[in-house]
């Protein structure tokens, strides 16, 4: 296969830019030797029924780091989300214990997966079409088909795509930035989701691009939650995050197969003055913080 090259350049210029569809990892699972995915080569994608193949198009390498949620209470101060931030908290998840897997090695072995996947959480997905959850997601990346966009008119993907090759591990990484506004503007229910902000957001790229000028030029987050319920926001980010942390541990294989390995985490989008200073921020475990690190929270 036609290995994708990689431009030095390009890269110096959109570091962290997130197209990395075969992400090398050793050590942290283990699978049987004979297994397909062990091969040197990335999945492929196909789409009804048609392989695509890498071409010649280039890669941009991401950065990704692991963080042990070793935060202070002041790194996680946010505008709008004002509870008080616990460290260390452990959702209310069914008593499930990783089994030890059958095929563990103590010699390191290559595993395919992606560590940069968005779904509807995310504010700039609006503008692409994206409406698939991070349920969709994992079942993507463990093999099953989804619908992408273009959409019809009940705002339903009509394009089919699946994997030939499931991965190996995934992790879903939302931006971190607008939890609680993306929740607001595309749920019905919601309180601000007939705010004026929100109903462009609905409308696609200029409503995405009202939002990301917020952080790009440093501008105080647009309130859009009722008076009657100030703290609309803040609730909504803190239920995104819990479902994002809520669907990594419902697709993470815990018996002793260990045929698949989930990640729960999200990108910092640091995007002042238009720059793209993006980063993956990657758990080892389901101890994380009671909000993730955002811009506005931690500028730097």
């Given at each position: 296969?036609?290995?994708?090259?990689?431009?030095?350049?390009?890269?110096?210029?959109?570091v962290g830019v997130p197209l990395w569809c075969a992400v090398f990892i050793v050590g942290f699972c283990a699978c049987d030797d004979d297994s397909p995915r062990q091969d040197a080569t990335a999945p492929d994608l196909a789409e009804d029924g048609e392989l695509l193949t890498d071409g010649d198009d280039e890669l941009d390498v991401p950065d990704a780091e692991l963080s042990d949620a070793e935060l202070s209470d002041t790194d996680i101060e946010d505008v709008e989300l004002s509870d008080e931030v616990e460290l260390d908290t452990l959702p209310d998840w069914p008593d499930l214990e990783q089994e030890a897997c059958v095929e563990r090695s103590a010699l390191r072995q290559v595993f395919f997966g992606d560590l940069h996947l968005h779904t509807a959480f995310s504010f700039d997905a609006w503008a692409y079409g994206l409406r698939l959850s991070p349920d969709d997601a994992y079942r993507f990346a463990k093999g099953e088909r989804v619908n992408i966009a273009p959409l019809d008119e009940n705002g339903e993907g009509t394009r089919s795509v699946q994997l030939r090759r499931p991965l190996d591990?995934?992790?879903v990484s939302d931006h971190s930035e607008f939890f609680g506004e993306t929740a607001?503007?595309?749920?019905?229910?919601?309180?601000?989701?007939?705010?004026?902000?929100?109903?462009?957001?609905?409308?696609?790229?200029?409503?995405?691009?009202?939002?990301?000028?917020?952080?790009?030029?440093n501008s105080p987050r647009m309130p859009i939650c009722p008076s009657s319920q100030r703290d609309c926001v803040s609730q909504s980010a803190a239920k995104v995050w819990q479902e994002i942390q809520d669907a990594a541990h419902r697709h993470q294989d815990f018996s002793s197969a260990c045929s698949f390995t989930t990640f729960v985490g999200f990108e910092y989008t640091n995007t002042k003055q238009i720059s793209n200073q993006h980063r993956n921020v990657i758990f080892r475990n389901e101890r994380v913080p009671a909000?993730?690190?955002s811009y506005y929270g931690a500028r730097s």
């Open positions: 296969m036609q290995m994708r090259k990689l431009n030095i350049s390009r890269m110096l210029r959109w591990f995934a992790m607001q503007c595309t749920e019905p229910e919601a309180a601000a989701y007939g705010h004026p902000n929100c109903q462009m957001l609905r409308e696609g790229s200029s409503g995405v691009t009202l939002f990301g000028l917020q952080f790009s030029l909000r993730p690190i």
